[in-house]
């Protein structure tokens, strides 16, 4: 016949502790979804920010820097660059002096005279337009932007 601390010890380790019961319950569940979502919300903006690459690219003479680093608008100086905005519309324009610039928001079709077609820029881009080059705005999404002259 098993001694009362044997009854004891077998009473104590037949009933689940407090952390099997704590792991059974619900709440348990709502913690590792609401992780769960964390963990997939998180992923999402990492690959939202990998696929948001910087690129360097130059189309018909234009350099279009691509979500440059903070560190190089910072080199450049950006902030303290003139601003201008622009409402959609459709105008020419020529490049008087080699013109920098930021765009901060908006989105433009630019047509090169010369050539066919166009390219855009938009959000995000810093832009070197040549002196002399004469092209057509097609401002699509209201534009806000840094810019700087150079008049050499």
Known sequence: MPSDSTKQANSKSSKP??????????????????????????????????????????IFGVKIHRNPPQAILTDLGVTS?????????????????????????????????????????????LVEFPKGMKVTWDIIEAVNKHYSLEKK
């Open 17 to 58: 502790s407090k952390l099997t019961k704590l792991l059974n319950s619900n709440a348990v569940a709502v913690v590792v979804f609401l992780l769960s979502i964390a963990l997939v919300v998180f992923t999402a903006k990492m690959i939202k920010r990998n696929t948001q690459e910087t690129s360097i690219n130059e």
């Open 81 to 125: 660059w003139k601003r201008w905005e622009g409402s959609p519309s459709k105008f020419p324009w020529t490049f008087e002096h080699k013109e920098t610039m930021y765009l901060l928001e908006g989105k433009v079709k630019v047509y090169c005279d010369g050539h066919d077609g166009f390219f855009e820029i938009r959000a995000g881009d």
